[in-house]
């Protein structure tokens, strides 16, 4: 469990309400009052180590220090949980829409009495089929700071979304596994050999990948097990050859996007994958703009926070 330095007091009399962010393989958990966050913790209980019994424990284990016997404590929560196999499903809401609503979010079956739990849905996208659960919520975060926002939100990651965000709305989305097709291919191909354990990094290597595969997108395959052949005939360094890896899927990525990158980008994640899109994108001829991605969530689940409170209190 991880903490960071408290703005205001943690006792449990202090918290408001609790903010979620539960994915694949982690979850992470911010005790708030009103939009302040009073302390922060984290685990490795994600939702592909739990059985759909084990999400309330797992949340308990990390946040009864929080709870107040005397009073129901409101958690809202994003990403897996929601997902089929989470704590309960909240089914995706159809494009175009605004990326939160409270007429979406789904109330969750808790035992404890101590919290009151509401899962922020995710986005679907019918043709082409695509489906999204957690980017859904940096994008409102970025749009509390940002209403006016026109352009591509492009959320680079292990499955790196691009939406086409317009009067606060998605209008639509595509998915592409470029971070997990490294992850796959540097750890499990053939050309593993090649790209050793180094962290070291050869940037025009990578830029020189990037153009190429503008160019010539549909050589991607050869392109790749070039990467084997230079390492064996040319002695390539493992850290050109892991920023060619980098710079060919992502140059696919980007020409396989020509289409939608017809107006302002915004790239939203951690500072590092960012730019290496944002050197991409100028690359390919645009400007982008990189927005850190470590308070959207939080922003977009104080949001669905604020709406389910105005949906509670309306009259009905």
Known sequence: MTEREDP?????????????????????????????????????DGMASLSRDGF??????????????????????????????????????????TPLSAAHVVRGESHDPRIAVWVVPGLRQDAPADVMRGEETQIAGLLVADPDLSGLVCLPGTHTKWASVRAGKVLAFSTFMTGELYALISGHSVLRHGLGATSDWHQPSFEAAVQ???????????????????????????????????GLLIGNELAALRSMLDGPVTLVGAPGLSALYAAALVIAGYEPRIVDGA?????????????????IRRPK
Not at 26 to 42: I, N
Not at 67 to 83: E, H, N, Q, W, Y
Not at 220 to 236: Q, S
């Open 212 to 246: 190429e595969a503008l160019q010539a997108p549909a050589g991607l395959a050869a392109g790749l097990f070039r990467l084997r052949a230079e390492g064996l005939l040319h002695a390539m360094p493992a850290e050109a050859a892991r920023a060619r890896l980098s």
């Open 8 to 44: 205001a007091p943690t006792g449990s009399a202090n918290v408001e309400w609790i903010a979620v962010d539960w994915g694949t393989t982690h979850l992470r958990a911010w005790s708030m009052h009103g939009d302040q966050v009073l302390s922060e913790a984290a685990s490795d």
């Open 295 to 311: 308070n959207l969530t939080l922003a977009g689940l104080s949001l669905a926070r604020r709406s389910i409170l105005e949906d």
């Open 56 to 97: 309330e424990p797992a949340l308990l284990k990390l946040v009864g220090g929080w709870l107040s016997s005397d009073k129901v404590t409101p958690v809202i929560a994003c990403g897996m949980v929601g997902s089929r196999q989470g704590w309960i499903e909240a089914p995706y809401v159809a494009v175009p829409c």
